[in-house]
């Protein structure tokens, strides 16, 4: 049963390089949601999803793009990374309102 | 725009003392989560509270909510030092979505 999958787990990108991080989920959840966790800062809100094919903007959404075109993935890009996107990127899923939070693994993002 | 603010940020303690974490909200919210995570893990949900007065606890953990004056608190008794690690709150934007918004996090540390 492995829940909510997160690839992959550690990363260095250059300034100016693109990738794209994988939130995958088996556990049918309507909802997926991007936060990203910077110290003292607890976790931030980028994007998220209330369903396939559907995306909205969170707290911090700029310099990411997402999409979910599958119901059990949600994709989290970063088309030219900044040094200020250095940080650890968490997935969650949720089946929907009034639901709690499967949180993924993390990624742990450093841009230099 | 719901704001958690969390206090103290950092708590340092003996074994076998008792302290509280306090949550405060800035709007109207109908649950609040707590949340743990030991350094380079993911969050694990601790508890949920739903209605104000609600109480929960959980081995030397107990949660409350009071929803009139916008605070949840975690109770911590008789510490140990399996108990160390980072706490978060997490109250919920009354929207759809079911989008969370996190306080800053308490970083415990229980001393032999």
Same mark, same amino acid.
């Given at each position: 049963n492995a829940g909510v999958t997160q690839t992959p787990k550690f990363r260095v990108l250059k300034t100016g390089q693109s990738m794209t991080l994988l939130c995958a989920q088996?556990?049918?959840?309507e909802y997926m949601y991007w936060y990203r966790q910077d110290p003292g800062m607890g976790l931030r809100l980028i994007h998220y999803s209330v369903g396939e094919g559907t995306t909205a903007k969170g707290e911090v959404p700029d310099g990411y793009n997402v999409s979910?075109? @599958? @119901?059990?993935n949600f994709l989290l890009g970063l088309e030219s990374a900044a040094p200020s996107q250095t940080s650890v990127y968490f997935c969650a899923s949720s089946p929907g309102e009034m639901s709690g939070y499967t949180f993924g693994s993390g990624t742990r993002l450093t841009v230099v | 725009e719901l704001k958690v603010e969390q206090n103290p940020l950092f708590l340092s303690m003996q074994e076998g003392k008792n302290y509280t974490i306090y949550c405060n909200y800035s709007t109207t919210s109908d649950r609040l989560y707590w949340y743990r995570q030991d350094p380079g893990k993911s969050l694990e949900s601790l508890f949920v509270l739903l209605s104000n007065g609600a109480v929960k606890q959980e081995g030397r953990l107990m949660a409350s909510l009071d929803t009139k004056a916008r605070l949840s608190t975690l109770h911590i008794t008789a *510490?140990?030092?399996?108990?160390?690690a980072t706490y978060f709150c997490a109250a919920r934007i009354n929207? *759809?979505?079911n989008m969370l918004t996190f306080g800053g996090g308490t970083r415990l540390m229980v001393k032999p």
């Open positions: 088996d556990m049918n959840h979910r075109l @599958k @119901k059990q | *510490a140990v030092h399996d108990l160390s929207n *759809a979505g």
